[in-house]
C-alpha cells in the first residue's frame, strides 16, 4: 500500500485508509490558503463592482442577483459598451391624420365630364376637402350644381413625352403626372395625395382609417391590385391600380416630383399613367403596400358577389362605375350608389362588413354585409365557404373562368335548393336612445327557387331587420369580423332579426 501511494510523487488527495502522508500537511495548507485566495479574490470582484460608475446605480439589484447566483465565482469583464441612448426630447405627438391632411387628385376628362362629376358629387364635401379634378381642357360649369365640385385645373402640355404603346393613349401621361402637379401647388399641411379616377367613389372616413396606419413622413406608395389576375400579370402585381385609388405620402411624392418627368421618358411603351407611375416608383425602390379595401373592380356584371362578402377591412372605393351593374337592382348607377350613402353616415367603418351565422332551429346559414345585403341559405355552410365571394360577375376579359381571379370565389346556387335569397338594404335609423342602427332589408322580387328539400322554407321572410351599434373604432384593433345573432322574433312573423356586433369572449361560428 505505502509503496503503491509512494509511486504518486505529489499526491495531492489521498483517500486511501488512515496512515499518514508526510506530504498531508503540506497539502492541508494549501487548501486553506486556496480558499482564503478565492474568498479575497471575490470579495475584491465585488468591492471593484461596487464602485465601477457604470455598475452604481445597479449595485442593489446586482447584490441581490449575485447573493442568489452563488457560488460560481465571478469573473470580472471589461465593461460592455452602452448602446447610446437618444437623450434628444421626444418629438411632440402629431395630431391623428384627418381628412384635411389629403389632396386629392381626380384623373378626368372633357369629353366624360357631363356624366361623370355625377359620381364625384356623391362622396365630394367641398367645405371639408381638398384637391382638384385635372382635365384636358376646359369645360362649362354650371355654378349652381358645380359648386359642390372640387376645383378644376387643367394638365400641362404633355406632348413632347413620347408614347409608343400600340393600344393605349397619350393622356396616359398626362394622367400620371396628377400627383406631382398637385404637389407643385406647394400646398400646406398635406400628408398624403390621393389619387382616382372619375368614376371612383371613395368611403373618405375610411379612407382617413386606413392612411392613420401609416406614418406619413415616411415613403409610402398605398393602393390594391386587379381582381383579374390576368391584368396582374401584364401590368403588375407590384402597382396600385389608379382607379382604385392610389395613396403616396407627402416626403414620397416630393421624391416622384423631381424625378417623374425623366422617368416617364424611359417607360414610353407602358400602357397606362398607374404603370407609369409604378415603374417610377420601382426606380425609387417604393413597394407597394396593399390595402385591400381599394377596388379596382376589373369585372363586368353584378358585384353582388365582392360586396356581399368584402374581406374584413375597411371599404375605401369602389371604380368602374359605369362598367358593372348598379349595385341595387330596379334603379340606375347613380341612385344605387346614392342608397349606400345613409348607411355610410351612420357606420362607416362597419359599411359592407360580413358577419356569419346560422338559424339553427331551421338549419339555415345567414350572411350580413352591413348596409347593403343579407343573404339566408338553406342549409349549413362553413364561414370558409360564406366568406368567398361568389361568382355573380365576369373577368375583365368577360369570362366566368374561376382561375382568372387574384382570390378565391365560390359557385353558389348550381342545385335550386342552395340559391340564397337576398335582401337588399333599404332603411336605416339611428336610435339614440339604445346608442344602436336600425338597418332593414326587403325581399329582392325575383320567384322562389324551386326546391322540393323537406326543410324550412326562408320565402316567408319578406323582411331583415338588424340592430348594430356604430363602433368607430372597430379598425383601431386587429382586423376581425363581427358576430352576428338570430333574435327571435315574437312580433312579426315575416320578419328576421339579428344583432350584429363584436364577438363575445369564446363566440365562434359554429353549429355544434
Ligand atoms: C385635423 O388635424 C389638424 C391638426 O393637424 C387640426 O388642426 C384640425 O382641426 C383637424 N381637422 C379635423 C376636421 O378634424
Ligand atoms: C326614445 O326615448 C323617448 C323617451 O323615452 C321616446 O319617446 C322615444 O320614442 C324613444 N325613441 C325610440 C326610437 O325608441
Ligand atoms: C307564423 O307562421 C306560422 C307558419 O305559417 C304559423 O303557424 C304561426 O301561427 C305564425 N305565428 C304568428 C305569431 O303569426
Redesign the pocket.
Given at each position: 500500500m505505502i509503496n503503491q501511494t509512494q509511486k504518486h510523487t505529489q499526491p495531492l488527495f489521498t483517500m486511501k485508509g488512515n496512515q499518514k502522508d508526510p506530504a498531508e500537511g503540506w497539502t492541508s495548507k494549501k487548501i486553506t490558503l486556496c480558499f482564503l485566495a478565492l474568498i479575497s479574490f471575490l470579495y475584491i470582484s465585488y468591492s471593484l463592482q461596487f464602485v465601477s460608475p457604470s455598475n452604481l446605480c445597479r449595485q442593489q439589484q446586482s447584490f441581490t442577483a449575485h447573493v442568489q447566483s452563488q457560488p460560481k465565482p465571478k469573473v470580472s469583464l471589461p465593461p460592455i459598451p452602452q448602446p447610446i441612448t437618444d437623450t434628444t426630447p421626444e418629438k411632440p405627438q402629431e395630431a391623428k391624420t384627418n381628412i384635411s391632411h389629403i389632396v386629392f387628385g381626380i384623373a378626368a376628362s372633357a369629353n366624360m365630364w357631363g356624366h361623370r362629376k355625377n359620381y364625384i358629387k356623391l362622396w365630394w364635401k367641398a367645405d371639408q376637402m381638398r384637391g382638384n379634378v385635372w382635365l384636358d381642357q376646359p369645360v362649362k360649369m354650371e355654378p349652381e350644381h358645380d359648386h359642390l365640385l372640387p376645383p378644376i385645373k387643367i394638365s400641362s402640355d404633355t406632348s413632347k413625352f413620347e408614347y409608343k404603346h400600340p393600344r393605349g393613349h397619350q393622356s396616359a401621361i398626362r394622367l400620371s403626372r396628377i400627383v406631382s402637379e398637385n404637389f407643385r401647388l406647394g400646398m400646406e399641411n398635406v400628408r398624403w395625395f390621393v389619387m382616382g379616377d372619375d368614376d371612383t367613389v371613395f368611403v373618405t372616413e375610411n379612407l382617413v382609417r386606413v392612411l392613420q396606419k401609416y406614418d406619413h413622413n415616411q415613403f409610402y406608395y398605398i393602393g390594391s391590385s386587379s381582381e383579374s389576375h390576368l391584368q396582374n400579370i401584364y401590368f403588375s402585381y407590384n402597382m396600385a391600380y389608379g382607379g382604385g385609388g392610389i395613396a403616396i405620402s407627402y416626403p414620397l411624392a416630393k421624391a416622384l416630383e423631381k424625378m417623374q418627368d425623366r422617368c416617364i421618358e424611359r417607360y414610353t411603351g407602358l400602357y397606362g399613367s398607374d404603370d407609369r407611375l409604378q415603374a417610377c416608383m420601382a426606380e425609387l425602390g417604393v413597394p407597394l403596400t396593399r390595402e385591400k379595401g381599394f377596388h379596382q373592380f376589373d369585372v363586368y356584371g353584378s358585384l353582388f358577389g365582392l360586396l356581399a362578402a368584402h374581406p374584413v377591412t375597411p371599404l375605401v372605393s369602389l371604380h368602374h362605375l359605369d362598367v358593372f351593374e348598379p349595385i341595387f337592382p330596379n334603379m340606375d348607377r347613380v341612385h344605387a350608389l346614392q342608397r349606400l350613402q345613409a348607411p355610410m353616415k351612420i357606420d362607416s367603418a362597419g359599411l359592407l362588413q360580413q358577419s356569419i351565422c346560422y338559424d339553427k332551429t331551421r338549419s339555415w346559414t345567414v350572411s350580413v354585409s352591413w348596409g347593403y345585403t343579407i343573404q339566408i341559405f338553406r342549409g349549413i355552410f362553413s364561414p370558409r365557404e360564406i366568406e368567398m365571394p361568389s361568382r355573380t360577375f365576369l373577368n375583365w376579359y368577360k369570362k366566368a373562368d374561376y382561375t382568372t381571379y387574384e382570390f378565391n370565389t365560390h359557385r353558389f346556387g348550381r342545385n335550386p335548393c342552395q340559391q340564397p335569397f337576398v335582401y337588399y338594404f333599404s332603411n336605416v335609423v339611428y336610435n339614440k336612445n339604445v346608442s344602436h342602427t336600425a338597418t332593414e332589408y326587403v325581399r329582392d322580387r325575383v320567384p322562389d327557387p324551386e326546391c322540393h328539400w323537406k326543410m324550412a322554407n326562408p320565402s316567408?321572410i319578406k323582411k331583415v331587420q338588424v340592430y348594430k351599434a356604430p363602433n368607430p373604432h372597430l379598425w383601431d384593433k386587429s382586423p376581425r369580423r363581427n358576430c352576428c345573432r338570430i333574435l327571435p322574433n315574437?312580433?312579426?312573423?315575416?320578419t328576421m332579426v339579428i344583432d350584429v356586433g363584436a364577438c363575445n369572449e369564446d363566440e365562434v361560428v359554429e353549429v355544434r
Open positions: 316567408r315574437t312580433k312579426k312573423n315575416g
